[in-house]
């Protein structure tokens, strides 16, 4: 099955730095990676998601790269603000509503004012 | 729109008590549904997979007739802790995608439940 290696697992950065956060896979059939921001107590959300055909995707401040060859993507989130702050999980999956997504153990990013 | 209903929110029962929780989306299909189980700073971990108009498959180590799940219709999905005890105590969460779209993705979650028990 798909093992999802995410790092680091906590991240702290000054407001306004960049943060990054890296995920390795291991199905070469994977071919759908979704980001999760997750507040505490709350449900994870969705905050911008890539598929295999594309190596690079951006939403205003957050991006998302994509090294298929590597099996290797990254959440970029520049200007950070407090806001940011929450825990942030890397999954992939293959397309397809019942192909279960493989999560990533989290990264807990801590955006200091 | 795929908006994920998920009831109740929080739980609070005595050991031995038998808890439903119920998944809908709201404003889509979903002829499948997940299942999550999340301890406090940990990752979600896939408890089973919930298919409508039949049996759900559970992922390796979850007890079938502990966790019994329900998918009855293509909007509600239903997992039952049967003869809960205290190390089922934690966050359950679950997510559908709408079967309608192109690809099926993504998952919209629901706000999962805080199972507590006493």
């Known amino acids: 099955g798909e093992n999802v290696e995410q790092h680091p697992s906590t991240l702290s950065v000054q407001e306004g730095d960049s943060a990054v956060i890296k995920c390795t896979y291991s199905?070469?059939?994977?071919?759908?990676f979704p980001w999760y921001k997750q507040e505490l107590g709350k449900r994870p959300q969705l905050i911008i998601d890539?598929?295999?055909?594309?190596g690079e995707k951006k939403d205003q401040r957050i991006a998302v790269t994509l090294n298929k060859t590597a099996k290797h993507f990254s959440l970029h989130i520049t200007e950070t603000q407090p806001e940011d702050s929450a825990v942030y999980f890397c999954a992939a999956s293959q397309q397809g509503g019942y192909q279960k997504v493989t999560f990533g153990i989290g990264t807990k990013l801590q955006v200091i004012p | 729109g795929a908006v994920v209903s998920q009831h109740p929110s929080w739980v609070i029962c005595k050991s031995g008590t038998s808890v439903k929780i119920e998944c809908r989306s709201l404003d889509f299909q979903a002829t499948t549904m997940f299942w999550y189980r999340q301890f406090p700073k940990q990752s979600l971990m896939l408890m089973a997979t919930?298919?409508?108009?039949?049996?759900?498959?559970?992922e390796q180590g979850v007890e079938k007739d502990k966790f019994l799940i329900n998918h009855a219709s293509l909007t509600l999905s239903t997992l039952t802790v049967t003869s809960a005890h205290p190390e089922d105590s934690s966050f359950y969460i679950c997510?559908?995608?709408?079967?309608?779209?192109?690809?099926?993705?993504?998952?919209?979650f629901g706000d999962g439940t805080r199972l507590s028990i006493l």
């Open positions: 890539i598929r295999s055909n594309v």
């Open positions: 919930s298919n409508e108009g039949s049996k759900a498959t559970y």
């Open positions: 199905d070469s059939a994977s071919n759908y």
């Open positions: 997510s559908a995608s709408n079967t309608g779209r192109p690809n099926n993705q993504p998952q919209h």
